[in-house]
C-alpha cells in the first residue's frame, strides 16, 4: 500500500500577475489535504470521494492505461500517465494494474462546498507522488512540480501552476511562473525525461518564511468562484487598447510590490510585510476596476474591513470573486477578535495554518 498526501494552497500576493511567465507570486500550503491510495491490484481501478458510487476500471494496452469507458477522472488519468510515460524512459516496466483511491479535507465534508484551496493542484500533485513511489523513484519536489505541471498542460488546463508549486514544496513558496508557450514548444521537441531534467524558462521556486509574530488568518466568504473562468474572464478582456494598457501596468506595478514583500519576509521584517499586503489589495482593486472584473466582492471587503479594525492587514486570495480573504495578525487576542467580527457577518473562519514539507 503507497500513501501520499498533497495540502491545499492559498495566494497571499501576486495573484493575476503571476498566470504570465516570471511574474512573481507568494503561495502558502496549508494544512488541510488530499489523500491518495494505492495499491498493486488485479483490476485497475479509480475511486474518489467526490463521487462516492462511482468506480472506474481501467486495463492495460501496450503498457498504457486505457479507462473501460468515459469517466470524469482525466485529471488523475493524466497525472498516471504522465509518471508512467517518466518511469519508461527510466527503464522501469509499467506492466501492472493498480487501484486508486483519493479522499479530500480540502473541501467541506458534508456539503460538498469548495473552500478555493486548489483542489485539482492538489490532486495532481498527491496522483504524482502516489506513482512516482508505486514505482520507487525519489519524490522529489521539483520533479513532482513538473511532472504535476505536464499532466495538467496535456489535458488543456491554463493557470500559472502556482498551485502545484505550493503543494509540492509545501511551506511559503515565491514563485516565479514557468513561460507556458516555451513549455508547450518543448513539450513537441524533447522526450519527458530531457523535459524534467532541463532548467525550465521563467521558473523559479524559492521558500519564504513569515517575520517573526506574523501568523495567517483565512476567512471564507461563503462563495465559491472559478478561477479558470474569472482568468479566462480576464484574458479576454485584453483585446483592447485601454484594457492592455490597465494590465502592462498592473503587471509592473504587481511585480515591484511582490518581490519587496519576498525581500521583506528573507530579512525577517513584519512592517514592510504589512505594508505589501496593503499595497497588493489596491492594486487589484484599481486592476478589477480597470479590467471590468469581479475580484473583490462585497463580503471580501467586508473581511478586510473587520480585519483593518483591529489593526491587521487583510485581502482576497486567489482569483477572488469569493471564496478566501487572507489576513496577517500579530497576536492571538487579533486574531480571536477579528474571528468573532468575522462570524457576527458570516464569515467562516477556516483551522488552517502553514503546511511544511516533513
Given amino acids: 500500500m503507497i500513501e501520499a498526501s498533497a495540502p491545499g494552497k492559498l495566494y497571499l500576493a501576486g495573484e493575476y500577475a503571476v ?14 489535504h488530499l489523500f491518495v491510495r494505492l495499491k498493486q491490484a488485479e483490476t485497475g481501478k479509480i475511486h474518489s470521494t467526490q463521487h462516492p458510487d462511482l468506480f472506474v476500471t481501467w486495463s492495460r494496452h501496450d503498457h498504457h492505461i486505457c479507462p473501460d469507458a468515459p469517466h470524469p477522472y482525466q485529471l488523475i488519468t ?7 510515460d517518466y518511469v519508461r524512459t527510466l527503464g522501469v516496466d509499467t506492466e501492472t494494474l493498480y487501484q486508486i483511491e483519493i479522499r479530500s479535507d480540502l473541501d467541506d465534508e458534508q456539503s460538498g462546498t469548495k473552500y478555493g484551496l486548489g483542489s485539482s493542484g492538489a490532486v495532481t500533485v498527491g496522483v504524482v507522488k502516489a506513482v512516482l513511489a508505486y514505482y520507487e523513484q525519489a519524490v522529489v519536489p521539483l520533479l513532482v512540480y513538473k511532472l504535476s505541471a505536464l499532466a495538467q498542460l496535456r489535458i ?7 498551485d502545484l508549486a505550493a503543494s509540492s514544496f509545501g511551506g511559503i513558496v515565491a514563485y516565479h511562473s514557468v513561460d507556458r508557450t516555451w513549455l508547450k514548444d518543448m513539450m513537441e521537441h524533447l522526450t519527458i ?3 524534467v531534467t532541463q532548467d525550465w524558462q521563467g521558473l523559479s521556486v524559492e521558500s519564504l518564511d513569515l517575520p517573526d509574530g506574523l501568523d495567517l488568518l483565512v476567512g471564507w466568504t461563503g462563495s465559491a468562484a472559478s478561477t479558470e473562468q474569472l482568468v479566462a474572464d480576464m484574458q479576454s478582456q485584453l483585446g483592447e487598447d485601454e484594457k492592455e494598457a490597465v494590465h502592462r501596468q498592473f ?24 505594508e505589501t499586503i496593503v499595497t497588493n489589495r489596491k492594486q487589484l482593486q484599481e486592476f478589477s476596476a480597470g479590467m471590468g472584473i469581479v475580484i473583490e466582492t462585497p463580503q471580501l471587503a467586508r ?3 473587520l480585519a483593518l479594525a483591529q489593526g491587521a492587514v487583510a ?7 469569493g471564496d478566501c480573504g487572507i489576513c496577517l495578525v500579530d497576536s492571538p487576542k487579533q486574531k480571536e477578535k477579528i474571528t468573532e467580527a468575522w462570524e457576527e457577518v458570516g464569515i467562516i473562519p477556516l483551522p488552517l495554518s502553514i503546511a511544511y514539507r516533513e
Fill in 19 to 32: 498566470v504570465e511567465a516570471g511574474y512573481p507570486a507568494v503561495i502558502a500550503a496549508v494544512d488541510q
Fill in 78 to 84: 493524466s497525472s498516471m500517465r504522465v509518471v508512467e
Fill in 156 to 162: 488543456g488546463m491554463t493557470g500559472s501552476f502556482g
Fill in 193 to 195: 525525461l530531457e523535459l
Fill in 251 to 274: 503587471l509592473a506595478s504587481n511585480r515591484t510590490c511582490v518581490e519587496r514583500l519576498i525581500r521583506a519576509c528573507h530579512e525577517n521584517d513584519r512592517k514592510i510585510v504589512r
Fill in 303 to 305: 473581511l478586510c474591513q
Fill in 315 to 321: 485581502k482576497s486570495s486567489g482569483a477572488g470573486g
